[in-house]
């Protein structure tokens, strides 16, 4: 059977499909081989609304322009709420782990989205991550306490140890997450419980 004209046959669309939700984390080949096939059974009741909301979320949410979050408002809700702590800035390394912290409902200040940690094995350096607008932030003179909330990897130290030689001169207070975050840790995977008590924990830098 030929394709329509000038379109894809139904086995090209359908191999498209899997082939993006392949690039999803933790989809591998035969997963998204899996959730297609289960989108394609029920296209009027899953697939097509799937379809919908993710247009209307990609048209929406946006990154927040101080301090990296995801929201359909910039600032995010969270830079605007001012019941917030306004002095203290937890610096993550991406917006899987402000969701996280915000999960476990343990800080009440700010957030600062790094974008990814230093990494000279894949080649990012200071200038791939957000860390010059934290730098402003904190000259800006409103922040007392950075909160470096970072990935217990080789990675994640080498940027807080980075991050703090940059931070020193400012004078600001700048602490590390303590017990509970296991070497290689991740915190958008760690429960409640121990990313609570990492935070309460937590100890200078």
């Given at each position: ?8 046959n ?23 081989r ?99 607008s ?20 080789v ?51």
């Amino acid at each position: 059977m030929l394709p329509p004209e000038g379109g894809e046959n139904a086995t090209d669309q359908v191999e498209r499909l899997i082939a993006l939700l392949a690039k999803l984390p933790g989809m591998g080949r035969r997963s998204a081989r899996r959730a297609a096939l289960k989108l394609l059974r029920d296209p009027g009741g899953l697939m097509l609304p799937l379809a919908d909301a993710m247009r209307a979320t990609a048209e929406a949410v946006r990154p927040c322009r101080i301090c990296g979050n995801l929201d359909t408002r910039d600032p995010c809700h969270i830079c605007v709420d001012p019941h917030r702590e306004q002095d203290i800035v937890c610096v993550v390394e991406g917006v899987a782990d402000l969701w996280a912290l915000e999960r476990a409902r343990v800080h009440r200040g700010l957030y600062h989205v790094l974008g990814g940690v230093l990494s000279a094995l894949s080649g990012v350096g200071p200038g791939d991550l957000r860390i010059e607008s934290l730098l402003a932030r904190v000259s800006a003179g409103e922040i007392r306490e950075v909160i470096l909330a970072l990935p217990a990897t080789v990675d994640g130290a080498t940027t807080a140890h980075y991050l703090h030689d940059r931070l020193r001169p400012s004078g600001v207070v700048v602490t590390r997450l303590a017990q509970g975050v296991p070497m290689g840790g991740a915190l958008d995977v760690m429960d409640d419980g121990t990313l609570a008590a990492a935070l309460k924990a937590r100890r200078p830098a």
